[in-house]
């Protein structure tokens, strides 16, 4: 199980977090952050549900991270091992993660893939994606994994879908011409690009393409 205290800032104040497994007893406030992140006209069928909740934990606990702060959940990420050899055929959301529900979890997979990260709007300066991304980070080397992959909205890019592919979108993101909320976010995190995957999910800012991002364990020679 993992369980990690640090400290963050609020500005220049110091304010302890607990990174930790999420449970149970987590669910409804697990929810809720859900809402937080994701408010209408944000289909609510497509938070969270108990259902996918419980088999997080009961399949791969270890890929299901909370943080807390003043003992309130204010972030998740969710992952489950999967089988990846680079150079494969493309996948999406969908078909990696089993819709959410993770019941194609395998035990001994080389990879562990993202599900979602979600951090309440409330705490969002305080730095807690990178920090749960670190988390994840750990508990590949943990499990003796290559790799930590996922794939990255591209929410700026419908703005400029009339002047370049997605392909040159994600180029120009890493040249630094263009900042990105979350391909930029997930380079500072220390992910790298993989290759653009068109269908990968329904997402109308990213024209429903994505990144494909990886952080490769160091150790593996």
């Not at 977090?17 to 994701?38: G, H, K, M, P, S």
């Not at 794939?151 to 890493?174: C, F, N, T, W």
Request: hydrophobic letters at 35%.
């Amino acid at each position: 199980m993992y369980l990690k205290e640090v400290y963050v800032f609020d500005q220049n104040k110091p304010v302890k977090a607990v990174i930790r497994n999420y449970q149970e007893t987590d669910f409804e406030q697990l929810i809720r952050v859900q809402q937080e992140c994701f408010p209408p006209p944000f289909p609510s069928e497509l938070w969270w549900n108990v259902e996918q909740l419980k088999n997080h934990v009961d399949l791969f606990p270890d890929g299901a991270l909370c943080v807390e702060i003043d003992e309130k959940i204010a972030g998740s990420m969710t992952g489950l091992r999967v089988n990846y050899t680079p150079g494969e055929p493309d996948h999406n959301w969908e078909q990696i993660t089993d819709n959410g529900y993770i019941r194609n979890h395998q035990p001994e997979g080389n990879t562990l893939y993202v599900v979602d990260i979600s951090v309440s709007p409330t705490y969002r300066k305080l730095g807690l994606g990178k920090l749960l991304m670190q988390s994840m980070y750990e508990v590949v080397i943990q499990h003796g994994m290559d790799r930590l992959l996922g794939g990255g909205r591209m929410p700026h890019y419908h703005k400029y879908q009339d002047e370049m592919s997605a392909e040159d979108y994600l180029e120009q993101v890493i040249e630094g011409d263009i900042k990105d909320p979350v391909i930029t976010f997930l380079l500072h995190c220390g992910r790298t690009p993989v290759k653009v995957v068109e269908n990968y999910l329904e997402d109308k800012d990213s024209r429903n393409h994505a990144t494909l991002m990886e952080w490769k364990k160091p150790f593996k020679q």
